[in-house]
């Protein structure tokens, strides 16, 4: 069973100054509206609605969370997990593109998205969900473009690959390397990322997705490394005192 499928709805934020106050690794997922990114939150995480579109698409402006818990997860009142039981966090950003709001909305909209994405020092990881049948929009580009000097990695989906035929897969993954390669970071060094094709709907590179959120997250990590380290200090503790 994947890690991932551990995920719960921890909060839901529209302002920087109520981001948790937690300390654990948050990937992020960015997308178009409608490019698919709801639907790989929720096959990656083996639920139905943990990520959910508005009907109108582009609406939504609220980062929610979900916490990747500890071996507790579950045995909580209302199947949440505590804080100290958390090891990551998954953030599922705004759907960026054609949305039906004002412009005072929108305006706040991306500048809670750029400032987000530009200083969250808990951000590990930006994975980015772009349509596979279309290339980098203007908008994707903003969100490259803000999140590119920061350094961190980027693990970008081309999803609902199911609707390329093989040549048109091949070339939207050259595609995308490409246009990836053109960055570096602000000390002029390459920019890390990852590219693979994706589709919910067939599970295509649901394994491949899996195994580097999981990386970039941490969660490939010993859970109890640290936890075994302070209980021999207590225990240490424990023997001198008696």
């Given at each position: 069973m994947s890690q991932l499928w551990q995920a719960r709805f921890f909060t839901t934020v529209n302002h920087l100054r109520d981001l948790p106050k937690t300390s654990v690794p948050e990937i992020a997922f960015a997308g178009r509206s409608n490019a698919g990114k709801s639907s790989a939150i929720n096959v990656l995480c083996n639920q139905k609605r943990l990520a959910f579109a508005s009907k109108t698409p582009g609406r939504t402006q609220h980062i929610n969370y979900f916490s990747i818990g500890g071996a507790h997860v579950g045995q909580h009142r209302n199947d949440e997990a505590r804080p100290d039981d958390i090891r990551a966090m998954l953030v599922d950003?705004?759907?960026?593109?054609?949305?039906?709001?004002?412009?005072?909305?929108?305006?706040?909209?991306?500048?809670?998205?750029?400032?987000?994405?530009?200083?969250?020092?808990?951000?590990?990881?930006?994975?980015?969900?772009?349509?596979?049948?279309?290339?980098?929009?203007?908008?994707?580009?903003?969100?490259?473009?803000?999140?590119?000097?920061?350094?961190?990695?980027?693990?970008?989906?081309?999803?609902?690959?199911?609707?390329?035929?093989?040549?048109?897969?091949?070339?939207?993954?050259?595609?995308?390397?490409?246009?990836?390669?053109?960055?570096?970071?602000?000390?002029?060094?390459?920019?890390?990322?990852?590219?693979?094709?994706?589709?919910?709907?067939?599970?295509?590179?649901?394994?491949?997705?899996?195994?580097?959120?999981?990386?970039?997250?941490?969660?490939?990590?010993?859970?109890?490394?640290?936890?075994?380290?302070?209980?021999?200090?207590?225990q240490d503790q424990g023997t001198q005192q008696a």
């Open positions: 950003l705004p759907g960026y593109g054609y949305a039906e709001v004002s412009g005072s909305a929108k305006h706040h909209w991306q500048a809670l998205l750029g400032d987000y994405v530009r200083q969250r020092e808990q951000l590990a990881a930006l994975v980015m969900i772009v349509d596979s049948r279309r290339p980098f929009t203007d908008l994707d580009i903003q969100m490259i473009e803000w999140f590119a000097p920061t350094g961190k990695p980027i693990h970008c989906i081309l999803s609902k690959a199911d609707k390329l035929n093989r040549n048109e897969s091949t070339n939207a993954l050259r595609q995308a390397q490409t246009y990836l390669q053109s960055y570096v970071d602000e000390n002029g060094q390459p920019f890390p990322f990852t590219v693979q094709l994706f589709s919910a709907l067939k599970r295509t590179g649901l394994e491949e997705a899996n195994d580097k959120i999981v990386e970039l997250a941490g969660l490939n990590q010993p859970a109890t490394a640290a936890a075994v380290a302070e209980d021999g200090v207590a």
